[in-house]
């Protein structure tokens, strides 16, 4: 079995780490903006107008979005410190399913996959399977 070189496993080491400071970044900013959102809320400088039923909705929809995101971002980090410890273990770009080496154009455009297209496709006719 194929592996990557030591320069391709630092080059995605480097890619990955860069990608996991931008996604901690946009998590704080999201928070920041969330709780200067639950400060003006709570200082009650809306309260003196009332809500119209869509503007409720519409700042109901904002917060079930942000937390929705900053769920997919959580994952994402995840996904990121896993593919980061694959780099540690030996095991990065080599696929879960098939053990064949993953395609660098894939690990360039999907940097945490653990999967080769092959991989995938199998994967994916497991799940609609029910298996």
Avoid: W
């Avoid at 917060?63 to 896993?82: N, W």
């Avoid at 064949?100 to 995938?120: N, Q």
Wanted: glycine share 6%.
């Amino acid at each position: 079995m194929n592996t990557l070189t030591k320069k391709q496993l630092e080059y995605f080491r480097d890619k990955l780490l860069a990608e996991r400071q931008k996604v901690l970044e946009e998590m704080d900013e999201l928070q920041q903006s969330n709780l200067k959102q639950s400060i003006s809320d709570a200082s009650g400088e809306n309260s003196r107008y009332s809500y119209h039923l869509g503007d409720v909705a519409s700042i109901s929809y904002g917060r079930e979005f942000s937390m929705g995101l900053a769920e997919r971002q959580q994952k994402y980090l995840e996904q990121i410190d896993d593919a980061i410890q694959r780099i540690d273990e030996g095991t990065y770009g080599v696929c879960k399913v098939t053990g064949e080496l993953i395609a660098i154009e894939r690990l360039e455009e999907v940097p945490v996959a653990k999967y080769s297209v092959k991989g995938k496709e199998i994967m994916e006719r497991r799940k609609r399977q029910g298996l």
